[in-house]
C-alpha cells in the first residue's frame, strides 16, 4: 500500500524560506516520477516542481529560481526547498508519486504573510 505522508509546512513572513518532506511508504520514490501540486483557495491545483524517473526536473514558471525539488533515497523522501516565498505561494501543498496510477499525500498548508 502506498502511503504519502507531508510535513514541513507553515506560516512564514514575505521572503522567508520553508522545507517540505514527503516520507513515502510501499514505494520508491528513487525510481519513480515524484512531484509537488499546490492549490489555493478558489483555485485549481496547479504543478509546482516534478522529478521524473530519468531524473529530469521540471518547474512552474512562477517558482523558477526560487523552488528546488531533491529526493532522498536513503531515507525514501522528497523535499521542496522554497525560498524567497511570496504571498502568492500561498496554498495547501501535496506530493504524490507516480506508480501506474497517481498516489497524493494529505497536503501540508503553507501561509506566506506578513
Known amino acids: 500500500q502506498v502511503q504519502l505522508v507531508e510535513s514541513g509546512g507553515g506560516l512564514v513572513q514575505p521572503g522567508g524560506s520553508l522545507r517540505l518532506s514527503c516520507a513515502a511508504s510501499?514505494?520508491?520514490?528513487?525510481?519513480?516520477?515524484v512531484g509537488w501540486y499546490r492549490q489555493a483557495p478558489g483555485k485549481e491545483r496547479e504543478l509546482v516542481a516534478e522529478c521524473t524517473r530519468g531524473d529530469n526536473t521540471n518547474y512552474a514558471d512562477s517558482v523558477k529560481g526560487r523552488f528546488t525539488i531533491s529526493r532522498d533515497n536513503a531515507k525514501n523522501t522528497v523535499s521542496l526547498q522554497m525560498n524567497n516565498l511570496k504571498p502568492e505561494d500561498t496554498a495547501v501543498y501535496y506530493c504524490y508519486v507516480i506508480l501506474g496510477a497517481v498516489y497524493w499525500g494529505q497536503g501540508t498548508q503553507v501561509t506566506v504573510s506578513s
Open positions: 510501499g514505494v520508491i520514490v528513487s525510481i519513480n516520477t
